[in-house]
């Protein structure tokens, strides 16, 4: 069964930096996403990055593109998010979710939440001085 763990989440100063971690297991496919999504109490699921493995394609939402960075290191299952020059604003429970193509996905979304089919647990992280 797939499972996803992320890690790495904490409190950090304005202009910070985390990097954030989501180990996968039971991945028995090739082809997958990997997409980070953040979300406060009362606010919809907000998709920031993503990694595709085929093509190791990388998507990124206006407002972390150029702070943030996803990463993939194959060999330990482990896809990262890079979080650079934090803002208060960042501040939200981050969650790496897993998409497995199956061959019809022309249309796939990258950033849409509902697009994924497993979920981790979340980590909190905290922007403020």
């Known amino acids: 069964q797939l499972q996803l763990v992320e890690s790495g989440g904490g409190l950090v100063q304005p202009g910070g930096s985390l990097r954030l971690s989501c180990a996968a297991s039971?991945?028995?496919?090739?082809?997958?996403?990997i997409g980070w999504f953040r979300q406060v109490p009362g606010k919809e699921r907000e998709g920031v990055a993503c990694?595709?493995?085929?093509?190791?394609?990388?998507y990124y939402s206006d407002s972390v593109r150029g702070r943030f960075t996803i990463s993939s290191d194959g060999a330990k299952n482990t896809v990262y998010l890079q979080l650079n020059s934090l803002k208060p604003e960042d501040t939200a429970v981050y969650y790496c979710?897993?998409?497995?193509?199956?061959?019809?996905?022309?249309?796939?979304?990258?950033?849409?939440?509902?697009?994924?089919?497993?979920w981790g647990q979340g980590t909190q992280v905290t922007v403020s001085s």
């Open positions: 039971g991945f028995t496919l090739d082809y997958y996403a």
């Open positions: 979710a897993a998409y497995v193509f199956n061959g019809d996905d022309y249309d796939f979304r990258p950033l849409k939440a509902s697009e994924y089919m497993y």
């Open positions: 990694f595709t493995s085929a093509d190791r394609s990388t």
